[in-house]
């Protein structure tokens, strides 16, 4: 089935989360953003967008899929403003508005599955999901079990307590927060391992298996910096600007892509669909509503990181 236009008037759940918002935030992403300009959870009123069916798309979805009429899709929805649990608790967000669209342009229904972030590979791999839609930074390692379409410029960058010194030049012996399995977990195991073989104390790395947990112990004070995609930690900056603030630049940039089972039909067919919403400038309204825009590419490519 068509869905006619992809809603965006009532992105409005982290004011639903009340009170509770300051410390149970829900976030992570990546964007190339500047200091300070990052996304925003609540994104602007705007009008609805039109998308419609693309027959030069929809012909590559495999038949199995295509029969079916039902695109499944697995995201972590605690990556605010990427992607996160709206007040009916289903998946609301820039990434999810995009996946919507696509799925739009390949006349299927997106159905999605919330899942935690390790579990999502796997479980595309395995054939119980269709698509992985949850941030995912396109690497060589991750490129040897499953294909990438890359749709967004991302990296990384540190959040700490606003009474916590900044960073000093070395991280070794520091305390410091990320999501298990992500690219900023990497990051600080490497880190940390380099500490270690220098001499040094290495990385007190905090592992959290939810983006949600991790910055909520930098809010709480129980970790003094957190380390997250970009977006992810410019918007909980956002959120809690009396209990943490931005840490540095953005460093390490490196694409977002939907993550497919290796060699199937699926890729080009979201490849095409993406690249399509690109030309048309829907995937530019998506992004400027939710304030992502700065992290926009023009090409929709498949495993661009070599």
């Known amino acids: 089935m068509v869905k006619s236009s992809v ?26 953003n500047t200091e300070g300009t990052g996304g925003n959870a609540n994104p602007t009123e705007s009008a609805e967008i039109s998308v419609t069916k693309s027959d030069t798309a929809a ?69 119980t999901l269709d698509m992985g839609s949850s941030s995912f930074s ?16 991302a990296g990384l960058q540190y959040v700490r307590g606003v009474d916590v010194d900044p960073l000093p030049d070395s991280l070794c012996g520091l305390t410091i ?19 270690e073989a220098n001499g040094e104390e290495p990385i007190d790395l905090v592992k959290k298996d939810g983006q949600d947990e991790a910055t909520n112990d930098v809010v709480l004070g129980n970790t003094d910096y957190m380390l997250a995609d970009s977006p ?13 603030t931005l840490e540095g630049d953005v460093f390490d940039a490196a694409p977002y892509g939907l993550v497919f089972a290796k060699d199937t039909e699926l890729t080009q067919a979201v490849q095409t ?12 309204q998506i992004l400027s509503n939710w304030g992502v825009q700065d992290g926009a590419v023009d090409e929709a490519v498949i495993n661009g990181v070599s």
């Open 59 to 127: 012909a590559l979805v495999p038949e199995e899929i295509s029969s079916a009429g039902v695109l499944r899709v697995g995201t972590d929805a605690t990556y605010a403003p990427n992607q996160y649990a709206g007040p009916d608790g289903q998946p609301v967000g820039w990434e999810v508005e995009l996946v919507e669209a696509i799925g739009t342009k390949l006349d299927l229904d997106v159905e999605w599955s919330k899942e935690g972030f390790d579990q999502i590979i796997p479980k595309v791999t395995g054939g």
């Open 177 to 195: 927060g990320a999501q298990a399995t992500t690219t900023s977990d990497d990051y600080l195991m490497a880190a940390s391992d380099e500490c």
């Open 273 to 284: 669909a993406m690249q399509e919403l690109m030309d048309d400038g829907t995937y530019e």
């Open 232 to 244: 992810i930690a410019q918007n909980s900056v956002l959120q809690a600007s009396d209990k943490i």
């Open 7 to 32: 809603a965006r008037s009532s992105r409005k759940a982290l004011g639903a989360l009340g009170a509770f918002a300051a410390v149970a935030l829900v976030l992570t992403g990546c964007v190339q």
């Open 138 to 153: 396109d690497t060589v390692e991750r490129q040897e079990s499953v294909d990438f379409v890359d749709f967004y410029s």
